[in-house]
Nanobody
Framework: QAQLVESGGGWVQAGGSLRLSCAASGIIFSLNSMGWYRQPPGKLREFVARGTNYADSVKGRFTISRDNARNTVYLQMNSLKPEDTAVYYC?????????WGKGTLVTVSS
């Protein structure tokens, strides 16, 4: 059974950087089938990045990448803003099934 486990969340001051990791097990996902979503406090879950696509709010600041040897996808987040505060979820799709991690909290203070 496929599992996605996120790590790397935490607290950072505005302007800082964090790198999130998502380790996949059970299935080897392609980069284009993996991505990141986030859920800010009190709001709905929203798209962040997947494959080569990025939400407008993070373009130029966030970069998604993959380590095939580790079956891990990363989200490098630079120039963080308080509005980036959210629980970040790893997402993958395989065989018509959506998989989600449990999330990792990112808090950006002003």
């Amino acid at each position: 059974q496929a599992q996605l486990v996120e790590s790397g969340g935490g607290w950072v001051q505005a302007g800082g950087s964090l790198r999130l990791s998502c380790a996949a097990s059970g299935i080897i996902f392609s980069l284009n089938s993996m991505g990141w979503y986030r859920q800010p406090p009190g709001k709905l879950r929203e798209f962040v990045a997947r494959g080569t696509n990025y939400a407008d709010s993070v373009k130029g600041r966030f970069t998604i990448s993959r380590d095939n040897a580790r079956n891990t996808v990363y989200l490098q987040m630079n120039s963080l803003k308080p509005e980036d505060t959210a629980v970040y979820y790893c997402y993958a799709r395989f065989g018509g099934i959506d998989y989600w991690g449990k999330g990792t909290l990112v808090t950006v203070s002003s």
